[in-house]
């Protein structure tokens, strides 16, 4: 999985050169990163300070994680190969915004709603109730879910009752047997196919991000320790599912506010 592409600020040092002295919690993790004193592996949850070094046996490692603070970091090997090195993440502006729906209301223009860009997938079903009346659904009409795979374009005709559709990846990431990686895939379309005419009309393109929920909860278990942890930051009474929207929004891509909110109370605070 990739972190967004984003208009950001960054600031690139060495950890060693932080005067600070730093404590860093990690958020998320990919590829191999070790901490060199004791060879063990970086995950979820693991914190290091900023003198510490950290070894990459694969160049294309990296992480995200935040300082004591409340700054996220994306960390990477640097040129030297006994160090890190970090940049911080201050975007400017946000690049994104999340799919603004306060209620659970059908999307009438899943282009619009798409936004051609990445989007991110959370659990292993989503379901959106869309306008059927800009998309007729029945035995005859329908949406097409296709992505090209080893040059092959794959398709797959998406789950729907008649108010929504449905988004189940084991179901759309497997071909005849083969179970596929998601992240090995490319060109995702959307597309409203007519079996009367066998023709399928282009309705939406968009980069799928697949976020699995319990590695998800993790994360967010980190951001509100750390954040619970400073003086500062807790006496402004962040408001949590906020702050959790804007992570997703910053480490992966754009996602549905209201599906997001709702996924927070019944799956996150969930006993």
Same mark, same amino acid.
């Given at each position: ?69 409340? *700054?996220?970091?994306?960390? &990477? ?9 970090? &940049?911080?993440?201050?975007?400017? #502006? ?8 306060? #209620?659970?209301?059908?999307?009438? *223009? ?6 051609? *860009? ?23 009409? %329908? ?27 084991? %179901? ?62 807790? #006496? ?36």
């Amino acid at each position: 999985m990739l972190v967004k592409n984003i208009f950001l600020v960054t600031v690139f040092f060495l950890l060693g050169f932080n005067s600070i002295a730093q404590t860093y919690s990690v958020l998320h993790t990919e590829g191999t990163i070790l901490k060199t004193t004791t060879q063990k592996v970086l995950v979820t949850g693991d914190t290091f300070l900023a003198n510490d070094s950290l070894t990459f046996p694969k160049l294309l490692s990296w992480a995200v994680v935040i300082s004591s603070s409340g *700054d996220l970091l994306f960390v &990477q090997s640097s040129e030297i190969a006994t160090k890190a090195s970090k &940049q911080v993440i201050t975007p400017i #502006e946000r690049g994104l915004h999340p799919v603004k729906r306060k #209620e659970n209301i059908p999307v009438k *223009d899943l282009s619009a709603y798409f936004k051609g *860009d990445q989007f991110v997938f959370i659990g292993s079903d989503f379901s959106l109730p869309i306008d059927t009346e800009s998309y007729e659904l029945n035995e005859k009409l %329908f949406l097409l879910y296709r992505y090209e795979y080893n040059s092959r374009i794959i398709t797959h005709k998406l789950p729907f009752n008649k108010e929504s559709i449905s988004f189940n990846p084991s %179901f759309l990431y497997e071909y005849k047997g083969e179970k596929i990686s998601d992240q090995k895939t490319t060109n995702t379309e959307l597309a409203h196919f007519d079996s009367n005419t066998n023709l399928p009309t282009f309705v939406a393109r968009f980069r799928p991000i697949w976020l699995n929920e319990e590695q998800l909860k993790k994360e967010l278990h980190v951001l509100v320790k750390v954040y619970g942890s400073n003086k500062k930051i807790k #006496e402004t009474k962040l408001n949590t599912t906020a702050l959790f929207l804007a992570y997703v929004q910053d480490i992966y891509g754009q996602t549905d506010e209201f599906y997001f909110s709702e996924w927070v109370q019944k799956s996150y605070y969930s006993k």
